[in-house]
């Protein structure tokens, strides 16, 4: 039996490996694309800087071609800045836009005319920067809203052509991740990243009589 065809763009971190799991121990065939090697996790890689357009629809172009139409994708990428904001350059400000909201467009707009024929979903990973614009996040934040906005105006106007588009706000850190390295969080604290897995999982699952477009996770008492 053919597998069936699951992409995670930014397939590196803790969370993208955990995906990667889940998702072959649903039965997917999972593929990655990031710019470094996220390990054995995936059944097939694809090195790519996802800020770059050019590089992101070369990627994708060739995962379609060496395994047809995807079921699923996955975009996971992201590039975290916390920096003044008279500090933040446009330079900088540009780049954290191109990896959180470019890459996030151009990998949809390259599925999507795949997927209409059979549906799919399309999923985007957010974080609490995606609802709320803290002190010092204002190019972090500025696009996380923006994908949370492309995932709103996609599940609008693909829903009813049956691609299921949803948005997780990642509200926390992800046990493992650079995050918690660079706040020393304890693992305890922190969402661990097969739950976070599990709960994709769950979306792609839905019946198309249900969907979900937008949920939030946390740790137990993680505060919002």
Known sequence: MTQSLAIVAGAGGALGPAIAHALDQAGYLPVGISRTNPGDSFR?????D??????TESAL??????HGTPAV???NAHRFLIEAFEDTSHEDFE????TDALGAFV???TVIPTMLEHGGTILFSGATASTRGSARFSAFASAKFALRGLAQS?????GPRGIHVAHIVIDGLIEGGHAQKLFKVPAKDCIPAGAIAHEYLNLIRQPKGA???????RPSGGKF
């Open 44 to 48: 097939d890689f694809i090195p790519a």
């Open 154 to 158: 996609l599940a609008r106007e693909y």
């Open 50 to 55: 996802l800020s770059n357009p050019e590089n």
């Open 95 to 98: 780049s954290v836009w191109r």
């Open 211 to 217: 969907w979900t477009h937008e949920i939030d996770i």
């Open 107 to 109: 990998s949809a707009k």
């Open 73 to 75: 994708l996955i975009y």
């Open 61 to 66: 172009t060739s995962i379609l071609q060496r």
